[in-house]
């Protein structure tokens, strides 16, 4: 294969960071000089602007306009750039590239995706099937179809507080019918039916970024406790632990599905044994933290997805402390125009 | 009791657990007691050489320790 050039999305990095600039930089670290390219879908994300990082970035169609305009708009890329090989970094954008990820194969655009058993696996309104196969608690868990099934089931069925999950995206603690109704309406409102109401699991939430090589083996993982959070539940303070049965979970989690690609485990360690709470089909947002700590899975992934296979996972240390921060840099206004004009960053 | 036998101890004083990501901050007579609960020291021998070192009586340092070793075992269970 000619010298990669990677597409990678999610380069918001706001204070809700997608995972895309700290995917890009594990690969900066690892290949001297390798060419990345932003694929955006806001004018305003960070990632558009870091020229160190991305020889341009391209602004791209929303997943929900359908392959048509996606494939459109990953073709424009690639006609420009020479991008040969994609790492999505957002869920939004998966399940059309899983469905077509043959067909992106054919124009010469490479991935490692899961396939769309896997990935319906591991959603949230199937999750603690998958929890029971590899063998791991999950909490207490009921769907619902809409808000009066909700408020019905709260009342018989599921003790308060209780966590309300869309399907997709956003979870709420609630503490009463009224909080559990109002955010149930939020969250169906802007990602639809089914809901989840989940029993709380009271104890101390670890995270597991991993990858896994579509053979069912493990690649390479990394262990973080989070430490502090942002509002939303991301991490600003957290340090690398060793959990060896989180360890031996994501194994049986890679074998059992035989998963490919990378993958988030986040779990909570209660009184009584590790809970699964959810599976991210993609890098977390604080995938550098692993590069960091030693155990660099975007330049594991992108071995396997241009020689089909990797070197052996990396040990890393535990006791690792990851901080993140705010920060501002200074550009040119004519990269805004640029894409909002030419629709990348560079204006070609 | 915990196994402390794991903790990564640094000169000074803070004790990392590396499997459940806690730490702790230890006082001088705190780190001397681990150090030599991590050496496999038996509970008398440890007393007498903190007493020695910290220039108070054994039959008080072997109090603190049983104390100490209780906490340690509560903070675990609690993590």
Not at chain 2, 13 to 37: C, H, W, Y
Request: with cysteine.
């Amino acid at each position: 294969m000619k010298e990669p050039c990677v597409g990678i999305s999610g380069i918001n990095a706001t204070d809700n960071p997608g995972p895309g600039v700290a995917v890009a930089r594990g690969l900066a670290d690892a290949v001297a000089g390798i060419e990345l390219v932003g694929l955006s879908y806001d004018v305003h994300d960070p990632g558009n602007y870091l020229t160190n990082l991305f020889k341009n970035s391209f602004l791209m169609p929303y997943p929900t306009r359908g392959w048509s305009e996606l494939r459109g708009g990953l073709d424009r890329v690639r006609s420009k750039t020479g991008m040969n090989v994609l790492i999505p970094c957002l869920d939004v954008e998966l399940p059309l590239l899983i469905r077509h990820q043959a067909e992106l194969a054919r124009t010469g655009i490479r991935t490692l995706l899961p396939t769309e058993e896997q990935f319906e696996l591991r959603s949230k309104d199937r999750l603690a099937g998958l929890a029971k196969k590899i063998g791991c608690r999950y909490p207490r868990t009921v769907v619902v179809h809409g808000i009066d099934e909700l408020a019905q089931k709260l009342r018989t069925d599921m003790p308060l507080p209780a966590i309300v999950k869309g399907k997709h995206y956003k979870a709420y603690t609630v503490h009463n019918l009224d909080g559990a109704v109002m955010k149930g309406t939020e969250i169906a409102a802007e990602w639809g039916y089914p809901l989840l109401l989940q029993e709380p699991v009271p104890g101390v939430e670890l995270n597991l970024v991993g990858l896994s090589d579509s053979k069912g083996r493990l690649c390479g993982r990394v262990v973080i406790k989070k430490q502090l959070t942002t509002h939303l539940g991301k991490v600003w303070t957290a340090v690398t632990i060793h959990d060896p049965e989180l360890d031996r979970l994501s194994e049986r989690f890679c074998r059992v599905t035989k998963w490919r690609g990378p993958f988030e485990l986040e779990c909570i360690r209660g009184k009584d044994g590790l809970y699964l709470i959810e599976i991210n089909p993609r890098f977390p947002a604080w995938v550098h933290f692993a590069t960091a700590s030693g155990v660099n899975l975007p330049a594991r992934l992108l071995e396997l997805i241009t020689g089909g296979r990797c070197a052996a996972p990396e040990e890393y240390a535990a006791g690792k402390f990851c901080v993140r921060q705010t920060s501002e840099f200074v550009t040119d206004l004519a990269y805004f125009e640029n894409l909002l004009s030419a629709g990348n960053r560079e204006g070609a | 009791m915990a196994d402390i036998k794991h903790w990564n101890l640094s000169e000074t004083g803070m004790a990392f657990d590396p499997q459940t990501g806690e730490s702790f901050q230890l006082n001088p007579v705190a780190k001397a007691i681990i150090e030599r609960l991590r050496r496999g020291l038996a509970d008398e021998q440890i007393a007498a050489e903190v007493a020695k070192k910290f220039g108070v009586e054994q039959e008080r340092v072997m109090t603190d320790l049983l104390v100490f070793k209780a906490e340690i075992d509560i903070i675990r269970s609690a993590v």
